[in-house]
């Protein structure tokens, strides 16, 4: 007979919902099921198998810090790891501290109810089979619930239709029309891939972005050795900084220094790659100082003009807003835009009207002819995975509901009314590398689940005043910053419906990790133990 009852169920077998596992079964010896959707572990690299799929933080930081052995052991040849690494790496890690046994696939959860008298939740699956449990684990994933545009017709396009988030086995687009809409990250991945292998691409651009140079190249024995004699400093650096993605971040500011000077850090940093060390490696104050923040976006744009020969193309592909969502690399991408096979349409000059059988009609009367069409436009980031279940805390109190006005936690972790639940990167997680923030978090729900065990108590649960004064401090870091100033997914407000607010805690991981260490050392303030 098939055990429904366990210490901690946690759904989703991503990075967070695996060390979660680790963590809760192996170091604190409790009975934990996962339960994940998919049909295997790697959350979003089980998903995103698209052509040009791949981490943009460098590859040796894009790992687990706490398994040092698989960390001496683990061979890499190329800066970032492409979608395969990633997963084979994730399958290591599970294979190594014989997880699998209490994962459940292909299994999505709907709901999860908490029950007040029991201190216990029970959750159900999609074919109606019910578990329970003393805490619940949601590792949803940022990146879980994806987004589709709404264009007319789309049932009469005798093409495929594909998003990136759900790229099927089989499919191949070399030597085929495609179109893809979409240029965030995920879409200027694709395109760079695509560009080299499709008969015709038709690159439909929403927004223009800014894009550096990812700088991914070889990378020599030598240099794997020194990282991995050095990953020690290596972590505590991370762990210290804000974005956590493994340099040192400035605190120049940018107008403190001469043009001159600031065009020779900010080719520096064109040529060596990376996004995120564009943004915050380069000066201190780009995400905050306008003056600062146009400086290196007039530097891109230039770039921008420099690289792509078709005037006409370089005026669509710059973009004119601020230098202020998050950093996007890849390699190649402006480049790709110079060869015969891709073509440009902003759809802020000529939208699409609707699909045709053979793809899609733009308001300038242009049929543009597709055999595969790709959906590149994102995701309900945060909050898309629990819009999808119904979760209910005390007295019945509705996740949805609570969150009507925007989505709230304490510490990324913790809501208030929701006894025992706790998210792994949730609203109001640090702005920064997602692996340490996953592991800062999971090793936090670990020390408050260790808290209540150890002193017997049967819930732990977030205060409101609490959740009422983090979302408060997020809204007034994120206040001080730039980013609110554009559209972009890390405010939300990019599904159907959806209010637009601050999802991230944007001082970043080192002040988080601070915060935490103040919380357990008042005795984790903000939090009531039942």
């Avoid at 698209?50 to 706490?66: E, I, L, Q």
């Avoid at 003393?134 to 239709?161: K, M, Q, W």
């Avoid at 053979?358 to 009367?365: C, E, I, S």
């Avoid at 009422?468 to 100033?485: F, G, K, M, N």
Wanted: proline share 4%.
């Amino acid at each position: 007979m098939m055990k429904t009852d366990f210490d901690a169920i946690v759904i989703g077998a991503g990075f967070g919902g695996v060390y979660a596992l680790h963590k809760l079964r192996n170091e604190l010896g409790l009975t934990v099921r996962v339960f994940e959707k998919g049909g295997g572990v790697g959350g979003t690299w089980y998903w995103n198998r698209y052509p040009g799929a791949m981490s943009d933080v460098d590859g040796h930081v894009y790992k687990y810090s706490f398994d040092k052995e698989l960390l001496q052991d683990w061979e890499w040849s190329t800066r970032y790891a492409s979608q395969a690494e990633n997963l084979a790496y994730l399958h290591a890690v599970v294979e190594r501290h014989n997880l699998i046994g209490d994962i459940q696939f292909d299994t999505e959860i709907e709901s999860a109810a908490y029950d007040e008298r029991r201190a216990a939740w029970t959750v159900a699956d999609s074919r109606g089979a019910r578990f329970t449990a003393r805490y619940l684990v949601t590792a949803l994933g940022p990146h879980s619930s994806r987004n589709f545009p709404d264009i007319a017709g789309l049932d009469r396009f005798e093409g495929t239709v594909v998003h990136t988030g759900a790229w099927p086995d089989g499919l191949s687009i070399a030597g085929r029309r495609v179109g893809v809409i979409g240029t965030g990250s995920t879409g200027t991945q694709f395109v760079c891939a695509a560009a080299q292998t499709t008969a015709h691409l038709t690159v439909f651009q929403r927004t223009p972005q800014y894009v550096v140079p990812s700088g991914d190249r070889a990378v020599a024995a030598e240099e794997v050795a020194a990282i991995r004699a050095g990953y020690d400093g290596i972590w505590e650096q991370i762990h210290d900084s804000r974005v956590g993605c493994g340099f040192a971040e400035s605190d120049v500011p940018a107008m403190s220094v001469s043009a001159e000077e600031r065009h020779r850090v900010f080719q520096e940093a064109w040529d060596a790659g990376n996004g995120f060390h564009f943004m915050f490696g380069t000066f201190g104050d780009i995400a905050v100082d306008p003056d600062a923040n146009a400086a290196a976006a007039d530097f891109i744009r230039a770039k921008i003009r420099e690289i792509v020969r078709d005037p006409e193309t370089a005026r669509r592909l710059t973009p004119t807003e601020l230098f202020a969502k998050r950093p996007v690399c890849n390699q190649g991408y402006y480049e790709s835009f110079n060869r015969d096979n891709v073509r440009l349409v902003s759809l802020r000059e000529t939208p699409v009207v609707e699909a045709v059988p053979r793809g899609l009609l733009t308001a300038d009367g242009a049929e543009h002819d597709l055999d595969v069409l790709v959906f590149a436009t994102g995701f309900d980031a945060i909050v898309g995975g629990y819009r999808r279940m119904t979760i209910r805390g005390r007295a019945g109190l509705d996740l949805a509901a609570r969150w009507k006005d925007g989505a709230r936690s304490y510490l990324g972790v913790s809501v208030s009314g929701f006894p025992n639940l706790f998210l792994v990167f949730g609203p109001h997680s640090p702005f920064s590398n997602l692996l340490p923030s996953i592991e800062t978090q999971v090793d936090w729900i670990t020390e408050l689940i260790a808290a209540a065990e150890g002193s017997g108590r049967t819930s732990v649960e977030a205060t409101r005043a609490a959740e009422d004064a983090w979302v408060s401090t997020c809204e007034q870091a994120s206040a001080q910053t730039l980013l609110p100033r554009v559209q972009s997914w890390i405010f939300g407000g990019n599904a159907p419906g959806e209010r637009r607010t601050t999802l991230f805690y944007f001082p970043g991981l080192g002040p988080f990790r601070a915060k935490l260490r103040e919380v357990a050392a008042a005795g984790y303030q903000g939090y009531s133990f039942d």
